[in-house]
């Protein structure tokens, strides 16, 4: 596993922190790189990440090389890998207006950017504990036909084709999700 793409990681960490993506120890992030898997530690502020903490794995989530303890979504994140051959990079958020969507069982519109389906809505995902197996298998069979999920009660959970891809979809998402919930309070106290 190459060091820049480490790097890499580590700016993608600190970028959606000071975007208030994900507040304090929350989110993670991970990329695939052949038959490996770079995914963030587990309790730490992706704001702070560090180089040399970052996990390495195999597709079977056996630690290769480096760091401290895996996030742990790692199941979460190598069950999408091992469904999708087209993913290479996942990010993970709670990010407060998605989150707040999620938390209130309320649908998030599918805006022009979000691609494949003409569904009206982003799909959710019903909800399952943080870091299970079933959470897992959830987000991973949701993530078959989108490229983003809602977690049920939890957050979300953005797919590219490469790292910045993932993080743009999620940075979307909760804009999406922002812009809506503007608009209702605006279109609820115009009578
Ligand atoms: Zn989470």
């Given at each position: 596993m190459n060091k820049p793409l480490i790097v890499k990681i580590c700016e993608t960490g600190r970028h959606i922190y000071n975007k208030g993506l994900t507040p304090g120890k929350s989110g993670n992030i991970s990329v695939r790189s052949k038959d490996t898997v770079v995914i963030t530690p587990s309790n730490?502020?992706?704001?702070?990440?560090?180089?040399?903490?970052?996990?390495?794995?195999?597709?079977?989530?056996?630690?290769?090389?480096?760091?401290?303890?895996?996030?742990?979504?790692?199941?979460?994140?190598?069950?999408?890998?091992?469904k999708r051959d087209d993913v290479k990079g996942i990010v993970h958020t709670h990010s407060p207006f998605a989150t707040g969507f999620a938390m209130s069982?309320?649908?998030?519109?599918?805006?022009?950017?979000?691609?494949?389906?003409?569904?009206?809505?982003?799909?959710?995902?019903?909800?399952?504990?943080?870091?299970?197996?079933?959470?897992?298998?959830?987000?991973?069979?949701?993530?078959?036909?989108?490229?983003v999920v809602i977690l049920k009660n939890h957050g979300l959970v953005a797919t590219g084709k490469n790292l910045l891809e993932a993080t743009l979809l999620a940075e979307f998402v909760e804009e999406t999700a922002k812009t809506q919930f503007i608009s209702r309070v605006l279109g609820n106290t115009k009578d």
């Open positions: 730490v502020s992706l704001g702070h990440l560090k180089v040399e903490e970052m996990v390495i794995v195999d597709m079977d989530g056996k630690i290769v090389a480096g760091g401290i303890k895996p996030s742990s979504e790692l199941q979460l994140h190598l069950d999408i890998y091992q069982n309320e649908m998030i519109e599918r805006l022009e950017g979000f691609g494949k389906t003409h569904k009206p809505f982003l799909k959710m995902v019903e909800y399952a504990p943080p870091g299970s197996a079933e959470l897992a298998n959830l987000a991973g069979n949701g993530l078959i036909s989108e490229d």
